[in-house]
């Protein structure tokens, strides 16, 4: 059974960048959809970016597109989120989940996954 181990979290100003990684363990994540969403105290869990592993194919939330990019690297078995432009409403603690891919583009939501990491916090100063 596949496992999801997020990194590359942490604390920068308005505008900076950061890189999430999610390196699977386990199984491959090969034709597969992998998500990231984020969670902020108090709010639900909100998707932010999904790729099918497959071909690549990404879907992104309105409040992330042109900012935030998400990819994929076979060889490491690795997803990741490159965030740039970082806003304060973009602090949350940022989740990636995986599932089989049975609909493309892999949807955003939640309850559609059952494999999840632990969390990576990622917090935007102004």
């Known amino acids: 059974q596949v496992q999801l181990v997020e990194s590359g979290g942490g604390s920068v100003q308005a505008g900076g960048s950061l890189r999430l990684s999610c390196a699977a363990s386990g199984s491959t994540l090969s034709r597969a959809c992998v998500a990231w969403f984020r969670q902020a105290p108090g709010n639900e869990r909100e998707g932010v970016a999904s790729i099918y592993t497959g071909y690549s194919r990404t879907s992104y939330a309105d409040s992330v597109k042109g900012r935030f990019t998400i990819s994929q690297d076979n060889a490491k078995n690795t997803v990741y989120l490159q965030m740039n432009s970082l806003k304060p409403e973009d602090t949350a603690m940022y989740f990636c989940?995986?599932?089989?891919?049975?609909?493309?583009?892999?949807?955003?939501?939640?309850?559609?996954?059952?494999?999840w990491g632990q969390g990576t916090q990622v917090t935007v100063s102004s």
């Open positions: 989940a995986t599932d089989v891919a049975t609909v493309v583009p892999c949807p955003l939501k939640a309850p559609w996954y059952v494999t």
